[in-house]
């Protein structure tokens, strides 16, 4: 919802986020966000795609931001493949564009 820019809160949110990891995010963390952002980003929402490729392409960049991030705050964790090996956001997915 924060993406496709109906609410104005959660876009809100979603920016202090992201530009609080920027400031305080090792290298490689503002590397995989970067990424992260660069898919989800609203000019990306509009291409017409498959929203099941979508919706796992999203997942998997997803879940290595996550990853990164608990090795910026827990160092190496040997099992983090094992522990982090399916992440999702709860929510709808963008819809595609809007029929005229």
Not at 67 to 80: A, F, L, Q, T, V
């Amino acid at each position: 919802m924060a993406i496709d820019n109906r609410d104005d809160e959660p876009q809100k949110r979603l920016s202090e986020g992201f530009n609080s990891l920027i400031v305080i995010g090792s290298p490689a963390v503002v590397k995989t966000l970067m990424q992260f952002h660069d898919f989800v980003r609203i000019e990306n929402t509009k291409i017409q795609r498959d929203l099941n490729e979508w919706a796992l392409r999203h997942d998997e960049l997803f879940k290595e931001l996550v990853k990164e991030m608990h090795r910026d705050i827990y160092g190496k964790e040997k099992d983090i493949d094992e522990y982090i090996s399916n992440v999702h956001l709860v929510g709808r997915g963008p819809k595609g564009p809007k029929s005229k």
